[in-house]
């Protein structure tokens, strides 16, 4: 045979076995890795968290995230703002539509002050509160400072009408302190309303 014709007699027999060559296939192996992949028992799930009730795994917080701080209220603060409010609700929007400019510019700041003097001497000023009932009609009381703790009562501050001859009526703000019994008055400040009869207070 011709040396050509027998190089493609091999080449033909390489393709043909090749061909017609089929790998052994083991369907129970094949199986048994796919239920290795899907096992929730196997060590693939136990490296993800999951447990075996299929629960998501917990997130835990960024370590390098970052929150806002939570300012602290100044008591001191508060107390002032407060004893702002309980003077324009004892006022009235009738009285105080007149006097709140005078209000504002005369007898706060030296009720602030009056506040600032009260509690510094006291080393827990957190616990002192201010009423929220001022007197109304011709009562004198605006509010009271107290102790949460004991109830008890340590300033009161007070504004009464004065009726002066030949002038009219006036207010006097001013305050009392538990020091003393409460007996002295501690002048805060007069706002001058009129010759006549103010309203009541609230109204």
């Keep these: ?42 060590d693939f799930h136990d490296k993800t968290g999951i447990n075996d009730h299929h629960e998501m795994p917990i997130l835990t917080a960024d370590p390098f995230e970052s929150y806002p701080e939570q300012s602290a209220v100044d008591p001191m603060l508060a107390l002032s703002e407060k004893a ?14 007149k006097v709140e400019a005078e209000f504002r510019q005369d007898i706060l700041p030296s009720m602030e ?31 009271n400072i107290y102790d949460e703790r004991t109830g008890k009562d340590i300033a009161r501050f007070d504004v009464r ?22 007996d002295k008055h501690h002048e805060i400040g007069e706002i001058y309303w009129d010759k006549n009869i103010p309203p009541r207070w609230m109204t």
């Design 1 to 42: 045979m011709k040396l050509w014709m027998r190089k493609i007699f091999v080449a033909l027999i390489a393709v043909i076995t090749l061909g017609l060559y089929i790998p052994e296939f083991d369907a129970d192996v094949e199986a048994e890795q796919s239920k290795e992949e899907i096992d929730p028992n196997s």
């Design 84 to 97: 702002t409010e309980q003077a324009m609700i004892k006022m009235g929007p009738r009285i105080a539509g």
């Design 113 to 143: 002050e009056a506040l600032h003097m009260i509690m510094q001497k006291k080393t827990e000023v957190q616990y002192y509160s201010i009423t929220e009932q001022p007197s109304d009609g011709f009562g004198e009381r605006i509010f």
């Design 161 to 182: 009408r004065v009726k002066r001859p030949m002038e009219g009526y006036w207010f006097n703000f001013h305050y009392h302190v538990s020091s003393d019994g409460f």
